[in-house]
């Protein structure tokens, strides 16, 4: 019988800060969010560019790039019934600024962030894609974005898309798994994946409840259970409904890696009997964050399904800390020191190579 063997645990990486997994943020941090919402609402301009543009500049590759980051509008854009996190059911962070943010990931080593939001309503959709844009422009290669769109409505979205890529020059797009009891790879994606099919664009996934399944066990959020799940049944339905095969210029990311997809391997191989090309090698054309999910059982059970080129480093922010993120990575014990940098940077550089300048 052959064994599987996990590799050897990478050296300690300096820059990494021994965080203990989801502890909460140090008074410095929590001090430095309360000025900032004070006052810098809205980014000043020019200052943020000349502090962090130097030390930007000093390198010439991302140490880390994270994937899944969740920003929140400041209180003068969002306006008095809008959340800063919709899409989530499960404890509230603490509250976000660029400071907060960016003290965040140089503690964790973490050069890069691309942003993205939660939310499908069209007005919000552009406020926080304009609020990204602002802090691509303010804060030099520290943040990217991926666009908001404002789906189901098709004829809004495909404008998003390209007011998204072409005026603001986003890193790519954000869909959530489901909607309106659709999961992506369903006939209704059709315009909007066939036009970032062309424009051979990442689109950035993020889990939510649909309606079927919300608030299913009495006082476990949503976020626990149920996002992992609607993962899986994205994934399955784009590789069972043909549109991973029908659509190969664009790059899907999947988030918390891939949900119980990688558990339910043996199922899902066992069922995809008219799959070309078979299940693995067509859930291996996405990629898959590290969003919650570092420790060891994770991992290992995702690089059996996938290759390690696939996983991309991703945090959940702020929910979890880059330190915390990358610190769970090295204790598991999976990857070996090379991995572990593929996962940091080389991977992403893949999707977003004018980074890798």
């Not at 800063?84 to 050069?111: I, V």
């Amino acid at each position: 019988m052959m064994k599987l063997r996990i590799p050897a645990a990478a050296a300690r990486d300096e820059n990494r800060e021994p965080h203990s997994p989801f502890s909460v943020p140090s008074r410095r941090q929590f001090l430095t969010g309360i000025a900032a919402l004070g006052a810098a609402a809205l980014i000043p301009a020019g200052g943020p560019s000349a502090l962090m543009g130097a030390q930007t500049a000093a390198r010439k590759r991302p140490r880390r790039i994270d994937v899944h980051h969740h920003p929140s509008l400041p209180a003068a854009l969002a306006g008095p019934s809008t959340g800063a996190r919709t899409f989530s059911t499960g404890p509230t962070p603490a509250a976000w600024t660029p400071a907060t943010a960016l003290e965040m990931m140089d503690q964790g080593g973490c050069d890069l962030t691309v942003l993205s939001s939660g939310g499908n309503d069209g007005p919000l959709c552009r406020k926080y894609n304009d609020y990204m844009a602002k802090l691509v422009s303010d804060y030099p290669g520290r943040f990217g974005m991926f666009t908001s769109l404002p789906f189901p409505d098709i004829d809004a979205t495909l404008k998003e898309i390209e007011y998204g890529m072409d005026t603001l020059k986003a890193d790519g797009v954000r869909l959530g798994t489901s909607y309106n009891g659709k999961w992506l790879g369903d006939p209704v994606f059709a315009p909007v994946f066939e036009e970032l099919n062309r424009r051979k664009a990442v689109l950035y996934t993020h889990p939510g409840a649909p309606s079927c399944c919300a608030r299913l066990v009495e006082g476990i959020g949503d976020a626990t259970v149920e996002f992992g799940t609607d993962t899986t049944r994205a994934i399955v339905r784009m590789i069972f409904s043909g549109s991973s095969a029908r659509y190969p210029d664009m790059r899907v990311i999947f988030s918390h890696a891939g949900g119980t997809m990688p558990y339910l391997i043996v199922r899902l191989i066992k069922d995809s009997g008219a799959v070309p090309r078979g299940f693995p090698a067509e859930a291996s054309r996405f990629y898959y964050d590290t969003a919650q999910v570092g420790g060891a059982g994770a991992m290992f059970a995702l690089r059996q399904v996938v290759p390690v080129s696939q996983i991309v480093f991703g945090t959940d922010y702020p929910y979890i800390s880059v330190a915390q993120t990358a610190k769970l990575l090295k204790d598991s014990k999976v990857f070996t020191a090379q991995e572990l940098q593929q996962i940091d940077n080389g991977n992403a550089l893949q999707l977003f190579p004018k980074y890798a300048v």
